[in-house]
């Protein structure tokens, strides 16, 4: 079992800038992937950042040369996000995908871009 724990989420101007972090914790070791997903009202929850135990990042479209994720030890992910959009209000959720392919997600945190 893989435990995940969001913050850093809030409310922010357009143009600004947030940091969310998500920590892990149980089975650390099974983790071969991590990656953030958002989730805005009334539409699906979508693919925002990745990045492997390697270190390989992927990135939507839409958040590319925005948004940087990064990892600093085994159990803990950032997501650095600048030039923040009204489009990027969304509720934010950490997920790890072991190697045998399970998934984990934390409780998610909100993001409001908003003047």
């Known amino acids: 079992q893989v435990q995940l724990v969001e913050s850093g989420g809030g409310l922010v101007r357009p143009g600004g800038s947030l940091r969310l972090s998500c920590v892990a914790s149980g089975s650390i070791f099974s983790i071969n992937a991590m990656a953030w997903y958002r989730q805005a009202p009334g539409k699906q929850r979508e693919l925002v950042a990745s990045?492997?135990?390697?270190?390989?990042t992927n990135y939507a479209n839409s958040v590319k040369g925005r948004f940087t994720i990064s990892r600093d030890n085994a159990n803990t992910v950032y997501m650095h996000m600048n030039s923040l959009k009204p489009e990027d209000t969304a509720v934010y959720y950490c997920?790890?995908?072991?190697?045998?392919?399970?998934?984990?997600w934390g409780q998610g945190t909100q993001v409001t871009v908003s003047s």
């Open positions: 997920n790890a995908i072991t190697l045998k392919a399970v998934d984990y």
């Open positions: 990045i492997t135990n390697g270190g390989n």
